[in-house]
């Protein structure tokens, strides 16, 4: 594990791209978190006084929310009332100098308060805007609100989840959210390419629920072709087997999948039973998929038979395709998480101490990105920006109730 400083002078691939985060809670903030980590200058407009509403989601210290501290890492904060004259003023001076804006509000919102695509852009042509809507910016439901929860409700996710005399099930995070923000990521970076091949901007238009949609596999076209509807199976897939968690002997739980004859051959060997390979029941893929059931039951009276480490230790030896159901004390004690520094140690003022959270995806070889700061206090930036940058008296911006640090 990795403590980060912001002293690094490493040049990252979007150190010269500037951004305007006006958005809230987690999807679209994650985009600019995404940006942040690989260098573009994320400028998190938020409400004064209040803040982002993520700053009071889940667990706090001091006070201070902790998941906040992770989605805005590396950007700076102002606070503007955006329903304002000043803030619109304000944002429509910032567009001028920006490559990119981030936006979630509910369709139509950002019209009414003036700051819709067609005047900005008639400020800054090349401006990327990226919007992310519960349901889009076009069709019958644009108008209606959206969460990563709906989303994943909406996009047939939960329907598939669980096991099958069960509810639906939702998953235990933000998958809609975060899937979300990984997407209008990439949708930005492709946005970026055209601008620098022809210096045009243009909007992103991301539904919370689409990139889901697309994540979830073959349902859509088995439906289209087949007229087949996936149903909930718990672990299982439907279209390879073996695939399901298994306990072990010490109470542990171990994840399996045989997505390959071979893999599904090893994993036999590694539970010492051979018998299993030439059973005609699992003889293939399809013939397992159709007696998933006693398989997984074969499969459970072999796992219950080791401790984990044992597993793990012969797994490494037959190149077994098995990984342990980690709970996140685990992950802090993996060798290979600390070997990759998957997790970073990030200085911060307010909480006066290095905080861990996930560190920067997936590396690069010439421009690796990297965690400059954790999620700045509300309003940190505002003499920084509002008063040195564009001019705004330090006064004047108290009259409004905007309070400079």
């Known amino acids: 594990m990795t403590i980060q400083a912001s002293t690094s002078h490493t040049s990252r691939a979007l150190d010269s791209v500037r951004v305007l985060d006006i958005s809230n809670f987690l999807a679209a903030p994650m985009c600019g978190m995404f940006l942040a980590d690989h260098g573009a200058d994320v400028l998190k407009v938020e409400r004064p006084g209040v803040g982002d509403e993520i700053r009071r989601w889940g667990e706090t210290k001091d006070d201070i929310g902790l998941y906040y501290k992770v989605i805005n890492r590396g950007k700076r904060s102002i606070t503007l009332d955006l329903k304002s004259e000043f803030g619109v003023e304000v944002v429509r001076e910032l567009v001028k100098d920006v490559d990119i804006l981030i936006e979630n509000y509910r369709t139509g919102t950002l019209e009414k308060w ?38 994943e409700a909406y996009a047939g996710y939960a329907y598939i989840s669980g096991m099958p005399d069960q509810p639906p099930l ?12 990984m997407m209008a990521a990439f949708l930005t970076m492709v946005a970026l390419q055209e601008k620098n091949r022809t210096g045009r901007g243009q909007v992103v238009d991301l539904a919370i629920y689409e990139t889901l949609l697309t994540l979830l596999g073959p349902h859509v076209v088995n439906f289209d072709q087949l007229g087949q509807i996936q149903e909930r199976n718990g672990s299982r897939l439907p279209f390879t087997a073996p695939r399901n968690t298994y306990q072990t002997r010490d109470g542990k739980w171990i994840a399996i999948a045989g997505s390959s004859q071979t ?16 059973d005609p029941r699992f ?7 159709d007696h998933d059931k006693a398989l997984d039951a074969q499969l459970q009276a072999g796992v219950q038979r080791f401790d984990l480490e044992e597993l793990l230790r012969r797994s490494d030896e037959q190149g077994a395709t098995v990984a342990p159901v980690n709970d996140v004390s685990m992950i802090f004690d993996d060798p290979q ?42 309003g940190q930036h505002n003499r920084e920006v509002l008063v040195n940058q564009l001019g705004y008296s330090v006064e004047q911006l108290q009259a409004l109730g905007i309070e400079v640090l």
């Open 170 to 181: 939702l998953p235990g995070f933000a998958l809609g959210d975060a899937s979300t923000g």
């Open 114 to 151: 003036g700051l819709g695509y067609d005047v900005l852009k008639e400020i800054n042509p090349g401006l990327i805007m990226v919007r992310v809507t519960g349901f889009g910016q076009t069709g019958p439901y644009r108008h209606r609100p959206g969460f990563g929860t709906l989303a």
């Open 283 to 289: 003889a293939n893929n399809r013939a397992r998929l």
């Open 263 to 278: 893999a599904f051959e090893r994993i036999c060997h590694l539970l010492e039973r051979p018998d299993l390979i030439v």
């Open 337 to 378: 998480i600390k070997a990759r520094e998957n997790i970073a140690h990030v200085a911060d003022e307010e909480l006066a101490g290095p905080i861990g959270m996930q560190n920067v995806v997936g590396r690069l070889s010439v421009t690796p990105g990297r965690i400059d700061t954790a999620g700045p206090k509300l």
